[in-house]
């Protein structure tokens, strides 16, 4: 005979009270990452970036961004976030939106939603790997790309609660919940599917931007994919072990960290006159420069610049720092 028995814990409304992927209670805080809801009357450009072709158009009315395509053969409109939401072991990260189509299918036409590997600030990602909802003409499938290669899993082959997911043009929340090992997928907190990485790796990263892209194949229909909001978040205390790196004297270059992170604080002392402290968001100078000292004067007594608090400035591509000018001391905490 069995001691143990699955307890149930209901909220207020009769609802289960979860456990995420990595058995913390849902009451565990949510931190947004990436993404966000819409303003004005096309995606803020600070937030998001987007790539057209053959008169594909992305607007936003009414706080809904629209992604439409033409009639015209190859019309495209591609959109994602700016900010890559980084993964940590250890947790959770859900990516989420509500979201509709159109219409409930269109031959020579493909619409999709999800998780998009990131390639730096400011371009639009080549999108070689992910986990997305795709509706294909009038197929709707759950899709893991790896590599370019994708993985399809139809409607009525879903390993859920339900095996079958029927397209309409209401508003859905659909969610996708992953670790490094397990992604879920809900629609409407409908556990609709599970893939679990056994022998093989699933996606080259767990770093992702949240995405929509509405393309026709062919000469096809105007077509709509519609959002309201779109986000990654982090179930979990969005802080981890920080490190730190010293380096003394003129500094032509120093890869502190290849990949995604935060930078906490800088401390900076011993200045010679004329020196300068650059960080840049990179492997190298070439990379997006986060931070500069400019141009110091002499200083013996230490300062520090704090960069967030805890919660730090976030980096994508890595951490490079480079001393310039002149000598000077630095010590950085980051992770």
């Known amino acids: 005979m069995s001691y143990w028995k699955k307890i149930r814990i209901l909220d207020s409304w009769g609802d289960d009270i979860g456990s995420t992927l990595t058995d913390q209670m849902m009451v565990a805080e949510s931190h947004r990452l990436s993404g966000g809801v819409f303003n004005g009357s096309t995606p803020d450009t600070n937030f998001y970036i987007a790539e057209v072709s053959a008169n594909g158009t992305g607007s936003v009315i009414n706080g809904t961004l629209e992604l439409k395509t033409s009639a015209d053969s190859g019309s495209s409109i591609k959109a994602h976030a700016q900010s890559l939401a980084r993964y940590t072991g250890g947790v959770m990260n859900a990516f989420r939106t509500i979201a509709r189509f159109g219409d409930t299918g269109t031959i020579n036409n493909t619409r999709q939603f999800g998780l998009i590997n990131g390639n730096g600030r400011g371009v639009i990602s080549t999108f070689t790997d992910g986990f997305f909802f795709q509706l294909n ?37 659909f969610e996708i919940f992953y670790t490094n090992k397990v992604i879920d997928f809900y629609i409407d907190k409908i556990y609709i599917h599970r893939i679990t990485q056994t022998n093989a790796r699933i996606c080259n990263t767990r770093h992702f931007k949240p995405f929509g892209i509405n393309f026709n194949t062919g000469v096809g229909s105007v077509c709509s994919l519609y959002s309201d909001t779109i986000s990654i978040s982090q179930h979990g205390t969005p802080v981890s072990q920080a ?93």
């Open 137 to 173: 003409n009038t197929t709707f499938s759950i899709v893991s790309r790896t590599n370019n290669s994708d993985v399809l899993v139809n409607s009525g082959s879903f390993n859920g609660e339900v095996s079958t997911w029927t397209v309409d043009t209401n508003y859905h929340t």
């Open 243 to 335: 490190k730190t790196d010293f380096q003394t004297g003129i500094t032509t270059g120093k890869l502190l960290k290849v990949g995604p992170g935060a930078i906490h604080r800088i401390i900076i002392s011993g200045i010679v006159n004329n020196s300068n402290v650059d960080i840049y968001d990179g492997i190298n100078t070439s990379g997006y420069k986060i931070w500069s000292s400019g141009t110091m004067s002499n200083q013996t007594i230490p300062f520090a610049v704090d960069l967030d608090g805890a919660g730090g400035t976030s980096f994508e591509t890595g951490l490079y720092l480079v001393i310039n000018g002149a000598s000077c001391n630095t010590l950085t905490k980051y992770e």
